[in-house]
């Protein structure tokens, strides 16, 4: 769940909890001093905070996703951007430094997994040991499971699907693998597939 990392975006959100309903709505940050408000048809406003007055603002250009793949290698390449950054510790480098890119795309998350970070607490570890020792989850649970995997274990973990069978659609997940403290899940996800949307 995207959280206000500064004063001018608390500010924003403070006058947009009293003028929309917020729940309705995707909340994402835009620069330190800007977020944007965004509906479930796509229709986007956007607002900044300067000299203690709130306004409507234009929304930033940025790359298009292929353009940002590439610029995302780039950075982590010459250790910009270190892999094992957490989605707070990338949000807080984007905020700092000038980018071409969208908060979703330094995060390296496609839409449908970006609305679902935006709205959804961060699962803590014991919490996604739970969900992925269940035999069945549903999708819900599924996205929740892969943001805990993105958010800084993708060095020690793995997660990912294994195939098909009569029961659906099979998954696992590899904590600490390769150590004497690797635990490894196996489990169904029960509704519509998502191994496609999930990745970036």
């Known amino acids: 769940m995207y959280k206000p990392q ?62 940002a793949k590439k610029h995302l290698r780039c950075l982590k390449a010459t250790g910009q951007l270190p892999n094992e950054f957490t989605f707070e510790d990338i949000t807080r480098w984007w905020m700092d430094n000038p980018s071409p890119l969208s908060h979703r795309q330094i995060l390296g998350l496609g839409t449908h997994m970006y609305h679902h970070y935006l709205k959804n607490r961060l699962l803590k570890d014991e919490e996604a040991f739970n969900i992925a020792a269940q035999k069945r989850i549903t999708e819900h649970q599924f996205k929740d499971l892969f943001l805990w995997y993105l958010n800084s274990h993708r060095q020690d973990c793995w997660l990912g699907w294994m195939g098909i069978d009569m029961m659906g659609e099979l998954y696992g997940l590899i904590w600490k693998y390769g150590t004497l403290q690797s635990k490894f899940f196996l489990f169904y996800i029960t509704q519509n597939s998502c191994k496609d949307r999930y990745r970036k």
């Open 6 to 67: 500064t004063v001018e975006q608390y500010k924003i959100r403070q006058i947009l909890e009293k003028r929309l309903v917020i729940e309705d709505l995707y909340i994402i940050p835009l620069s330190r001093n800007a977020l944007m408000v965004e509906d479930k048809y796509g229709i986007r406003l956007a607002f900044s905070y300067q000299n203690a007055v709130i306004k409507e603002t234009d929304i930033p250009k940025y790359l298009s996703d292929e353009q």
